[in-house]
C-alpha cells in the first residue's frame, strides 16, 4: 500500500505504574516480545506501510528508547520528543506539530501496546469518511480495567466517549485500541501543556458536530497494563501467527545451561537459567538468573534479578528492590528482591 505523506507518533513517555517495580528499571515500550520490543513490533508495521517516518515521545527514563532504538528502527526513520514534564496523549501533539503538520495524514499509536494493527483498513476508513479522526476499537466489550469504552451509532460514527453526553444514539460499545488517525487540519488547534486528546480534541470536536469516525477489528491486541496482561502477551506472541502453545523463545544472547528446562518461556539476553532449573509459562529479563533447584510457573523475573537456589514461585513477579521505591501492601520484600502478586 501506497501512503505519500503518513507520519506517525508514537507515544512512549508514560511511567507504566500498575508495572512497578518492573518499569523502574525498564520503560514499558522496550518490554522484550519474540525477539523485539513492544515499540518495535509497531515502528515494523509503520514501515513495512510505508510510512515516512515516526516521532517518539520521550519522559520516564528517556535515554532507555533512544540507546535501544538509535535513529531508525527496520529501516524507519525515527525522531524523538523529549517532554521535560509528561505532557499526556494530546500535550505530546504539540512539541511534534511542525514534524505532523507536513503530512497528509497523522497516525498516533500507543507504543506499550502490542497488536497487529491493521492499520490499511483504519486509514482507508478515515480517506472515505473524511472524517477529522478516525479510533481504531477492539470489538470486545468495555470493562472498567480498560477504561469503559467508546459509544459508535449505527452509521459506525464515534458518538460518546467517557461518561460525556452522547450526541446521537449509542447501538454499541467498544474498547479503544491504542491507534488514531488525525487529520493535519487538527494540528492547528494544538496548543502548548499537558492535555488528554479525549477531553481536549475529541470532546469539543463532537459538540461542534464534526465527525469522527471508527474502524472496528477483531484481531489479536493485548493492553500491557499489568504484569499479568505482559506475561499473557509474551508468551502468546508469534510473527505472523498465533498459537495457543507456543514453544520457548530463547535468545542468542541467553546462557541456558544443558539440563536447565524450559517450557513456554521468554528467555531474554543475558539472562542464565541453571542446570536443574525449571522455567514454564515464564519471563526470565535480561541479565536476570534462575539458579539450580529453582521451578518458576506463570512467574516473571525482572532485568537483572538473581533468585535464590531452589527458590519456588508461581504467579509472582519479582525484581530487584528500586531506590526509592516504598512496596505496595501486597508485596514482600526479601534481602534486595521484591516479590509481587501477578495481577
Not at 142 to 147: D, F, K, N, R
Not at 173 to 198: C, K, M, N, T, Y
Not at 206 to 226: H, K, M, N, Q, Y
Request: hydrophobic share 45%.
Amino acid at each position: 500500500m501506497s501512503s505519500p505523506g503518513l507520519r506517525a507518533l508514537v507515544l512512549a513517555a508514560g511511567f507504566g505504574t500498575r508495572l512497578e517495580p518492573l518499569t523502574r528499571f525498564l520503560p514499558k515500550p522496550l518490554l522484550p516480545v519474540a525477539g523485539d520490543p513492544v515499540i518495535g513490533h509497531t515502528l515494523r508495521q509503520l514501515g513495512r506501510l510505508g510510512c515516512e517516518a515516526a516521532a517518539v515521545n520521550l519522559h520516564h527514563l528517556a535515554d532507555a528508547i533512544p540507546a535501544e532504538l538509535g535513529r531508525s528502527h527496520w529501516g524507519l526513520p525515527l525522531v524523538y520528543s523529549r517532554e521535560r514534564e509528561i505532557l499526556g496523549t494530546l500535550g505530546a501533539l504539540y512539541p511534534c506539530r511542525d514534524f505532523l503538520a507536513a503530512a497528509e495524514a497523522i497516525l498516533v499509536l500507543n507504543g506499550d501496546t502490542l497488536c497487529r494493527w491493521p492499520l490499511k483498513a483504519l486509514i482507508e476508513r478515515h480517506r472515505r469518511s473524511s472524517a477529522a479522526a478516525t479510533l481504531l476499537l477492539h470489538e470486545r466489550s468495555p470493562e472498567a480495567t480498560l477504561g469503559g469504552g467508546v459509544g459508535v451509532d449505527g452509521r459506525g460514527r464515534v458518538v460518546q466517549l467517557r461518561d460525556a453526553e452522547a450526541v446521537a444514539t449509542v447501538r454499541r460499545r467498544h474498547v479503544f485500541a491504542g491507534a488514531q488517525v488525525l487529520s493535519p487540519a487538527l494540528v492547528e488547534r494544538l496548543a502548548a501543556g499537558p492535555g488528554d486528546v479525549i477531553a481536549g480534541l475529541y470532546q469539543p470536536l463532537l459538540r461542534e458536530g464534526a465527525t469522527i469516525a471508527a474502524e472496528v477489528f477483531s484481531g489479536p491486541w493485548f493492553d500491557l497494563g499489568t504484569p499479568e496482561r505482559y506475561l499473557e502477551a509474551a508468551l502468546g506472541w508469534r510473527p505472523g501467527r498465533w498459537r495457543s502453545r507456543p514453544p520457548a523463545q530463547v535468545s542468542r544472547l541467553a546462557h541456558l545451561a544443558p539440563g536447565a528446562t524450559i517450557r513456554n518461556a521468554l528467555i531474554d539476553r543475558e539472562a542464565t537459567v541453571a542446570a536443574g532449573a525449571v522455567v514454564e509459562d515464564s519471563v526470565v529479563l535480561a541479565g536476570a538468573t534462575v539458579p539450580a533447584g529453582c521451578i518458576l510457573g506463570s512467574s516473571l523475573v525482572g532485568p537483572g534479578a538473581t533468585l535464590a537456589p531452589s527458590t519456588h514461585l508461581h504467579r509472582r513477579m519479582i525484581n530487584r528492590m528500586p531506590v526509592g521505591y516504598s512496596p505496595r501492601a501486597a508485596e514482600s520484600v526479601i534481602g534486595e528482591l521484591v516479590y509481587s502478586p501477578l495481577e
